[in-house]
């Protein structure tokens, strides 16, 4: 997709993607100075999530499906002049061992990559749609049910208090608790009993915070808000009362084939009774008294975190600013690290198409490259590596936090090659790229202390680099030299080619 021009942004078309667990939907919006206007819209029902084995593999058959309605959205956006898109992957493609298969597949199809974000992270996204919908302005709960996992949100205006993705879903319960069509008072209460389990750790913190107003978004909610519409029983609310009703109603038809009640969507019966059975028990465990609906979620998150890009960047700062803090990093030396592989990073940039997302890939592995030191300083790098992996850092997706957490990975010692295997075909070679120069800004500083340490030039061809040094610089840095060697040895282990002159000598040497 083309980047707008900078005369054009405030009339842009704009348009996010969500590939939940249970439908996927896509928005497509004009933004006009900073306000979204939905132009369009179009949702199907993937159900991704059913098509997870035991073992959490995706079956060719739902991968298909997946990749069918992408075509489908990506002929839906041919017809409009879309200048950004952002699309994302929630809680199936989060667990799917194989989700690599899946989205490579849909580079092929769709005119973006699709990115996995964390639960958290779409927690986040959810409640930023919800605020730009004119809600949040006294302290509010917002609940999501989807189709893999739950998200709840605590936050008043642009503060958020608390969050949390729990791994209970319309889904996931209507297999665990509804596998076949019957619904009894039995099976509608050990999904109440299993949600309500999920919810005992958080509760507390979030009865501890209060809040003024509650707020229900997305599919089973606005379903089960239609069907209490329907009956000329909503009077803008959902209560535990109404919510129990519509339960007996249901328990009563004894089988899913044979429910019917005036609003309920033909496409969402059958994991009706999982997503109430889960609304239940949130009403149950954190007293709510009423909520009110909201038809605003995660795709306007997206989409009005796409035209506040500053707030974006701000957000993804202060995750990197938290960790820093959090494991005690050593800011002179991730700062040396910093200077000097953008120094390597710009002069190698044209030959091998780096962008500007590489570049801030790069700044934050060297900012974050130490964070396992507080863990041991043996195998730095791999404890470093886990905890970037699984950290929980707003403004970052699964994927950014994977590539992030492979560049710390591979700075040190054996290239990792294999690990780079696992990554999305499209970031492959640019990760291992970038790799190289970490890599070699943190050899240079091995010895963490100051000194001429960018007098050097740097020439890139294919994949090999070529280093020559100043002779100032390998005299400020003795050890230099033979830790130069030692990076050579890995790199030829690999198949990669890496060569080191020093000025003014008449020997060169490879290293």
Not at 181 to 199: D, R, W, Y
């Amino acid at each position: 997709m083309n980047k707008p021009d900078e005369n054009e942004l405030q009339k842009e078309i704009i348009a996010a993607v969500d590939l939940g667990s249970n439908s996927f939907h896509l928005v497509v919006a004009q933004n006009i100075g900073h306000e979204i206007t939905l132009i369009d819209r179009l949702k199907e029902k993937v159900q991704l999530g059913k098509g997870l084995t035991i073992d959490n593999y995706l079956t060719q058959e739902a991968i298909d499906r997946g990749l069918a309605c992408l075509q489908r959205f990506s002929n839906k956006l041919d017809s409009y002049r879309v200048s950004r898109i952002r699309a994302v992957g929630t809680n199936t493609l989060r667990v799917a061992k194989n989700r690599i298969a899946f989205l490579d597949a849909a580079l092929h199809i769709f005119p973006e990559p699709i990115n996995i974000i964390a639960g958290r992270e779409e927690a986040r996204l959810i409640y930023n749609g919800v605020r730009h919908s004119g809600h949040g302005h006294v302290p509010s709960l917002v609940i999501d049910i989807g189709g893999g996992s739950t998200e709840i949100i605590l936050g008043v205006e642009d503060t958020i208090n608390c969050l949390d993705s729990l791994h209970m879903g319309c889904v996931v319960y209507q297999s665990r608790y509804f596998s076949g069509t019957s619904i009894s008072q039995q099976n509608f209460n050990q999904a109440v009993t299993a949600a309500s389990l999920e919810l005992l750790p958080i509760i507390e913190q979030y009865k501890q915070q209060g809040w003024q107003k509650v707020i229900g978004t997305s599919g089973t909610i606005q379903s089960i808000s239609n069907i209490f519409a329907s009956q000329g029983s909503f009077d803008g609310f959902i209560t535990l009362s109404k919510l129990y009703e519509l339960r007996d109603q249901l328990v009563a038809f004894a089988d899913i084939d044979y429910v019917n009640i005036d609003g309920i969507c033909s496409d969402r019966k059958s994991i009706l009774p999982a997503g109430l059975a889960i609304l239940v028990a949130l009403f149950e465990a954190l007293d709510i008294e009423k909520m009110t609906v909201c038809d605003a979620a995660l795709r306007e998150g997206l989409l009005y975190e796409m035209i506040d890009a500053e707030n974006h960047v701000a957000i993804r700062e202060s995750s990197v600013e938290r960790l820093i803090r959090q494991f005690h990093i050593d800011i002179q030396q991730a700062q040396r690290v910093e200077q000097t592989v953008l120094h390597a990073f710009d002069q190698v940039r044209d030959v091998w198409e780096f962008d500007e997302d590489a570049k801030q890939l790069l700044v934050y592995a060297a900012k974050l490259h130490e964070t396992g030191q507080l863990v041991s300083v043996s195998h730095i790098h791999k404890h470093s590596a886990y905890i970037l992996k699984n950290a929980d850092l707003p403004g970052f997706n699964q994927t950014q936090k994977l590539l992030i957490s492979s560049l710390v990975r591979g700075s040190r010692r054996k290239f990792p090659f294999d690990l780079f295997d696992k990554l999305p075909s499209s970031k492959r070679e640019v990760c291992m790229r970038l790799c190289r120069l970490l890599r070699l800004a943190v050899v240079i500083h091995h010895a963490r202390i100051d000194g001429v340490v960018n007098d050097f030039s740097l020439c890139a061809k294919d994949n090999s680099l070529s280093l020559t040094l100043s002779p100032k610089l390998t005299a400020s840095f003795k050890l230099l030299l033979p830790d130069l060697m030692q990076e050579r040895k890995y790199m030829e282990s690999v198949g990669f080619g890496f060569s080191v002159h020093v000025e003014e000598k008449q020997a060169d040497f490879s290293v």
